[in-house]
């Protein structure tokens, strides 16, 4: 029919089950809602699922990043495995991108794409030697190596820091993102005082900086910041960023704030 399908990862048949109850009860076709039963340690697919590529000839294949928790949590091994069960059903080349003779560790929300060769990212969350250090060693120049030799990039936007809270330690995927091939939303805190002040306006200059293979700026557009938002003593890296573009939807968190 064409109609988009809905791909879900379910840990096992019961929690399957317990699924397809409640979609039922709200009227979804259960026909155009596809089960992976693939058990994970947690359920940022953005960061341990496959990124899919197409190549001229319209030819699908899935890159396979080795995934670490972020460098950061020791509970990995069934996340790390996902890519692969979940291509045990589409069959595509699958990729584990090398880099100086080693697996590139790398989660989806660390970078943003524009579909036309340009690629955003954060120095906070890449190029830390100390914190959550994904690559060690690795330089920018490294990294942009592995940008074009995988996803074809030609050119990378280095952003300085991610929002305070997030334990990813400098994510771009809720801090910047492309809307379309010249288009870019990044977050802005209006409060001065605010620690996200300083870093967001950073980064701000840096997209205005920035231009395009053909030498023009691109177009971008500032979201506000929620309120802060504290749970158990820590602050939570609430942002608009953090959206998801489907087919004829976007998914935007909202966080009962008056920038909703």
């Excluded at 992976?36 to 697919?45: D, G, M, Q, S, Y």
């Excluded at 890449?126 to 190596?145: C, H, I, P, W």
């Excluded at 177009?219 to 802060?228: E, G, I």
């Excluded at 890296?237 to 909703?260: E, G, H, Q, R």
Aim: hydrophobic share 40%; glycine share 6%; aromatic share 8%.
């Amino acid at each position: 029919s064409g109609a988009a399908i809905v791909r879900l990862v379910v840990k096992n048949a019961a929690m399957k089950t317990q699924a397809q109850e409640h979609l039922n009860q709200a009227g979804v076709d259960l026909n155009r809602v596809a089960f992976f039963e693939i058990p994970t340690n947690r359920v940022w697919l953005r960061d341990s699922g496959p990124i899919f590529l197409k190549n001229k000839a319209g030819d699908s294949a899935m890159i396979d990043w080795r995934f670490n928790a972020w460098a950061k949590y020791p509970n990995w091994k069934l996340d790390q495995i996902v890519p692969q069960q979940i291509n045990e059903t589409f069959k595509i080349e699958r990729i584990e991108p090398m880099h100086k003779g080693r697996r590139v560790v790398m989660e989806g929300g660390a970078l943003d794409v524009n579909g036309k060769g340009v690629l955003l990212t954060t120095e906070e969350c890449l190029m830390s030697a100390d914190v959550q250090v994904r690559n060690s060693g690795f330089t920018k120049e490294d990294y942009e190596q592995v940008f074009a030799d995988y996803l074809g990039v030609t050119q990378v936007i280095w952003l300085g820091h991610g929002i305070t809270g997030d334990d990813t330690h400098g994510h771009v995927d809720d801090l910047a993102r492309f809307v379309n091939a010249s288009t870019i939303v990044t977050v802005v805190e209006s409060n001065k005082s605010d620690e996200n002040y300083a870093p967001l306006q950073d980064n701000l200059k840096r997209l205005k900086r920035a231009r395009d293979a053909r030498g023009k700026p691109f177009d971008v557009v500032a979201l506000p910041m929620p309120k802060p938002m504290v749970f158990d003593d820590t602050r939570l890296p609430a942002s608009y960023a953090n959206f998801l573009i489907c087919n004829k939807v976007v998914l935007v968190p909202t966080f009962n704030d008056p920038a909703d």
